[in-house]
């Protein structure tokens, strides 16, 4: 299985900050790597596919990037409503596999 | 509209059968380029992928549980049905189903998820 790693876990930023979070693959995915936001309670929803395309309706302060086996996904304007857990996956090979999730904290 | 929701039982005991239907509207199961997918959830922890039946039926599984589950699907009822035997408290979870397209390889539509809790 390929394995994926995010950092940071979890992070505290204010509103109006710019957020990055980073996803490492064990092997290379070419771009095959999309981006969850999970809110409290609720279901994934998907933010980013295959490394930086906007899924839409999601707003453009979210953005993606990266290829191979380093990806990032960057908030560019923190808002109050970002409050989530984050997953990145990749779809390359199956069994598609999930990073452990970074929890977005807003001071 | 596309929506997706789980339905099966919420409390299973040790060793048994867990089957779970995904029904799903506003797609069609027999499009090209367009799957359904199983992720789980264990309280507090991160998904977990678990099976994926495309379109024209072929099927994948999670290796670490292949022997153990069966995907299905019934396109004229688009329903999904997934089937996980020999059930263990480990296997406690929120387990979704959402749809996959081919194109993107993501999944863009979640159901709401389903708790199953396995205890005796």
């Known amino acids: 299985d390929i394995q994926m790693t995010q950092s940071p876990s979890s992070l505290s930023a204010s509103v109006g900050d710019r957020v990055t979070i980073t996803c490492r693959s064990s092997?290379?995915?070419?771009?095959?790597l999309n981006w969850y936001q999970q809110k409290p309670g609720k279901a994934p929803k998907l933010l980013i596919y295959a490394a930086s395309n906007l899924q839409s309706g999601v707003p453009s302060r979210f953005s993606g990037s990266g290829s191979g086996t380093d990806f990032t996904l960057t908030i560019s304007s923190l808002q109050p409503e970002d409050l989530a857990t984050y997953y990145c996956e990749q779809s390359y090979s199956t069994p598609w596999t999930f990073g452990q999730g970074t929890k977005v904290e807003i001071k | 509209q596309i929506t997706l929701k789980e339905s099966g039982p919420t409390l299973v005991k040790p060793t048994q059968t867990l089957t779970l239907t995904c029904t799903f509207s506003?797609?069609?199961?027999?499009?090209?380029?367009?799957?359904v997918g199983w992720i789980r959830q264990p309280p507090g922890k991160a998904l977990e992928w678990l099976a994926l039946i495309y379109w024209d039926d072929d099927k994948r599984y999670s290796p670490s549980l292949k022997s153990r589950l069966t995907i299905t699907k019934d396109t004229s009822k688009n329903q999904v049905v997934l089937t996980m035997t020999n059930m263990d408290p480990v296997d406690t979870a929120t387990y979704y189903c959402a749809r996959m397209l081919a194109g993107s390889t993501s999944q863009d539509y979640w159901g709401q998820g389903t708790l199953v809790t396995v205890s005796s």
């Open positions: 092997q290379s995915i070419i771009s095959y």
């Open positions: 506003g797609f069609s199961l027999s499009t090209s380029g367009v799957g």
